[in-house]
């Protein structure tokens, strides 16, 4: 069977939705030994290499641009030209465009060949795409998306007029409504001043629930320093900071069963009860 897709978008740039999207992959598969792809998918601002330490990638989303042209490239050779960390051992990550010249002539064609070789070679693939919804990328990834993630924060311009004219009015007119989306909610330090609840949130933006994220100080040193996937596995807290994000996911999946045995015992049990309650 062909793999799962979740699609990862900001509400507006710049708010740590990527580093939630890669979180999110690391440790679905750290926590299920399953395969599990990233793909950068921000045509304009691909920056996961750098954050790897990755200065000079040896396969990139524009090197492999002939071949989805050509209709040629496979699952098999998409694994291949795939990053691998050395921890954990099922992630596999393709980064991005860096000929940013070359943004505008990726094509529906080219994503949707992309995404289908994606779901061939990996379980699951965990796009990270841009706020804006001015590219195939963003829009392919979205449509095609088993589960629709949409990043924000607790800030009134943060999720107020860019979900609204992106999200809100060119969604639909690809088939997407806002309450298929689900809302990923960044908390920050706003609510001492005036920030905005998950329940505001949905009321605003139209999108459905899924989960709060609060995010370790430390981790965005990590992004400076290309040492994220070594943060990340340094210590068991650090990628543990995704779960309330990959818990539900992998739930959704039907994977709790297929959890690793040295996971937490209490994980399995929750995530077995969320599958039968849904």
Known sequence: MSGRLAAFAG?????????????????????????VGFLCLNLKSAKTHLYLGVDKPDVT??????????GTLTGDKLRRYAFQPPRPGGLHVLFGNL???????????????????????????????????????????????????LVTTDSLSHFQEDVQRWTGQVGPQFGMSPEQFQLVLLQGNHRSTGGFGM????????????????????????????????WLAAEERHAAAFDAVAEPLIGRLNW??????????????LLMHRRRKT
């Open 256 to 269: 709790a069963s297929r959890l690793q045995k040295t996971d937490r015992p209490w994980m399995r049990r």
């Open 199 to 230: 329940k505001e949130i949905r009321k605003e933006t139209g999108c459905a629930e899924f989960a709060e994220l609060k995010l370790l100080e430390s981790v965005h040193l990590q992004l400076d320093s290309g040492r994220l996937d070594e």
């Open 61 to 70: 989303l524009d090197g492999v641009r002939p071949e989805l042209r050509a």
């Open 99 to 149: 000929s940013r010249e070359q943004a505008e002539y990726y094509e529906p064609e080219d994503m949707r060949q992309l995404l289908a070789a994606s779901r061939e070679a990996f379980d699951l693939t965990i796009a990270d795409v841009s706020a804006y919804w001015d590219n195939a990328a963003t829009i392919c990834a979205m449509r095609e998306a088993d589960e629709r993630f």
């Open 11 to 35: 509400s507006t740039p710049n708010i740590g939705t990527s580093l939630t999207a890669f979180g999110t992959a690391y440790r679905v598969a750290a926590l299920t030994g399953r395969k």
